[in-house]
Antibody, heavy 119, light 106 residues
């Protein structure tokens, strides 16, 4: 059974960076695309970036380009997402999700990681 | 960017009711639309993909329809476990979500 397990909650000061990891089990991370999505309190879900499993290429949402870095460690079946220059507006739950194919949407989700930015 | 707009934002219903949620895209997305259910403190859960295909394990009371710019999610007979927030998502051009529809107990 495919499962994504994320790292634990973080509290950061403004200007700092936060890194969230996402470990896949039940399949190899080179088989499934990985997405990063965030949800600020009371807000809609927001796509941040995507790793194309077929070629390893990474695409960022224009909103986060230059401030978010997504990486993948295939040997550890782990993907990571780092957000820099944090502000209070980055306080959110960050999710990784995967897809067994673009046709299917995001069919497996991690449990979510809360990042709180506070001075 | 493709914008997604859901209506209504909140829906009050009773167990057994037929419930319909609408999602509109700012431009045609063919049938590249998914529906998710989210409960408080939990990750979203995929219900419907490609506008009308039911994800494995999802009860058959959920159904989706539409193409182009207008889509609907229908719950044929609302059950206690269905009180949650529902999001549509387009994946025609990258990914964007609707603002959500909260289904609450009447």
């Amino acid at each position: 059974q495919v499962q994504l397990v994320q790292s634990g909650a973080e509290v950061k000061k403004p200007g700092a960076s936060a890194k969230v990891s996402c470990k896949a089990s039940g399949y190899t991370s080179t088989t499934y695309d990985i997405y990063w999505v965030r949800q600020a309190p009371g807000q809609r879900l927001e796509w941040m970036g995507w790793i194309n499993a077929a070629n390893g290429k990474i695409k960022y949402s224009q909103k986060f380009q230059g401030r978010v870095t997504i990486t993948r460690d295939t040997s550890a079946s782990t993907a990571s997402m780092e957000v820099s220059s944090l502000t209070s507006e980055d306080t959110a739950v960050y999710y990784c999700a995967s897809s067994r194919g673009h046709f299917y949407g995001m069919d497996v989700w991690g449990q979510g990681t809360t990042v709180t930015v506070s001075s | 960017d493709i914008q997604m707009t859901q209506s209504p934002s909140t829906l009050s219903a009773s167990v057994g009711d037929r419930v319909t949620i609408t999602c509109r895209a700012s431009q045609s997305i063919s049938t590249w639309l998914a529906w998710y259910q989210q409960k408080p403190g939990k990750a979203p859960n995929l219900l419907i993909y490609k506008a009308s295909s039911l994800e494995s394990g999802v009860p058959s009371r959920f159904s989706g329809s539409g193409s182009g710019t207008e889509f609907t999610l229908t719950i044929s007979s609302l059950q206690p476990d269905d009180f949650a927030t529902y999001y549509c998502q387009q994946y025609h051009t990258y990914w964007t979500f609707g603002q959500g529809t909260r289904v609450e107990i009447k």
